[in-house]
């Protein structure tokens, strides 16, 4: 199946860490993306992991990947207000053509 | 470097209509995909092109339609417009058209039918 589910809401305080959680179906995926939606705006490309690595750190976003529970999450450490938006995670199969899979998105709010 | 254009960004059309929205992908990427997304089905594929061919398409009827030009633009186009067409259209842009690569995103379509 193609589903990939999130968690749909996120509070956290500025300053702590927000970690939003991904789970997909597809063994098969090759790569896993974390997009992040301001209100109006397009996608913005956060980072990404290879199906190959367990965890990725890109300055203060940690992405951890559990291939064995398809499990996938985002820890944004030090959060700010500016990290308000909506969270989505994506697979891509490397199935020759840019196909993107989004979970259903992940609406992080800050407060001060 | 420029990024993923689209135009243009807002779109008031009426029901039965057809429109046609334009993006620009980021110079010497190849690929172009499409995605619509709505409150309710999120953030959906429509197709892909590259190099001008049309290499996957999503679950979606016949009214939509694309094609990519020789300098990589691409179109999409949606004829019969219903009201369910009201959505933000997204186009993405890549290097290849292999899943293993980057993809760039532009601000979006806002497409509504009335």
């Known amino acids: 199946g193609e589903d990939v589910e999130q968690s749909l809401f996120l509070s956290v305080r500025e300053g702590d860490s927000s970690v939003i959680n991904c789970t997909y179906t597809d063994s098969s995926s090759t790569y896993l993306y974390w997009y992040k939606q301001e209100p109006g705006a397009g996608l913005q490309l956060l980072t990404y992991?290879?199906?190959?690595?367990d965890m990725k750190q890109d300055q203060r976003l940690t992405v951890l990947l559990n291939k064995k529970d398809k499990h996938l999450s985002l820890r944004i450490a030090d959060t700010q207000t500016g990290d308000s938006a909506i969270y989505f995670c994506?697979?891509?199969?490397?199935?020759?053509?840019?196909?993107?899979?989004f979970g259903t998105g992940t609406r992080l709010l800050v407060s001060p | 470097k420029a990024g993923v254009t689209q135009t243009p960004r807002y779109l008031i059309k009426t029901r039965g209509q057809q429109v046609t929205l334009s993006c620009s992908p980021i110079s010497g990427h190849r690929s172009v995909s499409w995605y619509q997304q709505t409150p309710g089905q999120g953030l959906q594929f429509l197709f892909e092109y590259f190099s001008e061919t049309q290499r996957n398409k999503g679950n979606f009827p016949g009214r939509f339609s694309g094609r990519q030009f020789s300098n990589s633009r691409s179109e999409m186009n949606v004829s019969t417009l219903e009201l369910g067409d009201s959505a933000l259209y997204l186009c993405?842009?890549?290097?290849?058209?292999?899943?293993?690569?980057?993809?760039?995103f532009g601000q979006g379509t806002r497409l509504t039918v009335v």
């Open positions: 994506a697979e891509s199969r490397d199935t020759g053509f840019q196909k993107l899979v």
């Open positions: 992991i290879f199906s190959n690595m």
């Open positions: 993405a842009s890549s290097l290849d058209s292999m899943g293993n690569t980057e993809a760039f």
